[in-house]
């Protein structure tokens, strides 16, 4: 049994009836934390300093799609449109396994190295079952904890999910992992005839798995309603961005424990829009943070948070400027709303609640260690708002199940110029396609983008598409 105790930092723990820091001890016993508390002294543990250091829950990036690292900032300046076509519409297609693998190993030590600790993988290019294996042979072997949410390419509306893979990988790699979890990257109703929806909800409630779908702008269609006269919505559904729903069909799907999954910087620049964040505090819940694609944004969960949390400031200070002439005389939401919208409810989203989100004896030890002596940090009169602004070079340590995954700046037992080289190969490849200019190429993306304009119209117009 391996024992540590770490000491001398200040804990941010996010456990309910906690204080929002406190200078305190926590011992770790294998991949769990066993005691809190002050001047713990336990027999044969390794002694950690973290004095000058802040330490907070493991982050959790509930929504981002490895696969696409190859493809980083290809699309900074892209719109939705635009990173439809390429992206799913030009290149996706044309993924190896290896092209797979190699994305998602980069993806996911990425993500440790920002301080996440969990992933959503949104995995929607499972070309074929080698294509899903090499994806999470890459997550195996980062030692990152992932929920692995199997989708397959776009297709029609009535394509059903591929539940034979979904089996398959139930009573195999996943079956194997104490960190991989699967869960299913579906349609969901803006994108599948209601038949089809159903179908897929069902499935993942029959299996006891986390069932995540998109929607993007677009009044709810024929497909809502009918997940609801099913009563299919529950805690196993997730919906990312989830904007074009009214404040009664989020109030209604609240109840019903579906959890939502914002991506505030992506959605912002792309296009998607972003009003899912008030309108879920309206509803008095919370969203879960991602990033969504390296195509267009960094994958710092961080980053989102600080963004979502300005532009709802932002808000409140335009409709009190509205209302009685001033900005709000008070900062609302706070910074630790913020943090706990990338720890706990990142955590809640992924249905991991009872093992990961805050720190406290019982639960998994995943945890980050920020160097709260660093220059832009010091002096860190408020841990909690010096650990939402940290950096990527404030993230000194990063701790997976009891195992430092992260350790002085830099991973662990990871060759990262190897990795970066193969990223580099696999993605140049990919760059070549879109950027090619010869007349069948421009014509080619012509044609693409002309049949993705004609989906998101329908998308938008009915929801159900």
Known sequence: MARMLLRGMRLVSLAPNRPDSENIDLLIEDDRIVSMGQYLNPHDAELVDLTGRIVIPGLVNAHLHTWQSALRFVGGDWSLLEYLAHTHGHVARRYRQGDMHTGTLAGA???????????????????????????????????????FLHGAAHGGPTRPHDMRDIDRLLRGPIARSPLLTLGMAIKGPQLSAPEVVIADLRAAVERGILASMHQSAGEPGPGWDAVEAARLWGPHANIVHGTGLSDEWVTKLVHAGVSFTSTPENELGQGHCTAITEQLLRAHAAPSLGTDTDTAVSGEVLTAARIALARQRGLAHDQQLHRTGMSAPTASPTSKQALSWATVHGARALGLADRIGHLSPGMQADLVVIDARALNLCPAHDPVAAALHASIANIEAVMIAGRWRKRDYALVDIDVDEVTNQLRLSGERFAEKIHASGPLARTRRSVVRRVVRRRLRRQIGSGSS
């Open 109 to 147: 030590l990425n993500q440790i190295n920002c301080g996440t600790t969990t992933i959503g993988d949104w995995c929607h290019n499972c070309l074929t079952p080698g294509h899903a294996d090499a994806a999470i042979d890459a997550l195996t072997a980062t030692g990152i904890r992932a929920v």
